[in-house]
């Protein structure tokens, strides 16, 4: 977490979201895709959440 704020504070992520936050968002949507969550599907399921995931920590990262 130090190092996300680090990184805010430096103006390499944005900080519209609090280091602490942004973290656990991460940490969540990381666990979605594991056989913590679903485990009735493809392979092709897995790759598709795979790639929203990815979508989705890019967008909280995105400058405005």
């Known amino acids: 977490m130090d ?3 680090a990184a805010q504070r430096d103006g390499k992520i ?3 979201v609090p280091a602490a936050e942004l973290l656990a968002l991460v940490i969540h949507l990381s ?4 056989t913590l969550g679903l485990t009735l599907d493809t ?3 897995h790759t598709r959440r795979r790639e929203t995931i990815t979508e989705a920590v890019g967008a909280l990262l995105a400058r405005p």
Do not use: K, V
């Open 3 to 5: 190092r996300i704020a």
């Open 14 to 16: 944005p900080d519209r």
């Open 31 to 34: 666990l979605s895709n594991t």
């Open 43 to 45: 392979p092709a399921d």
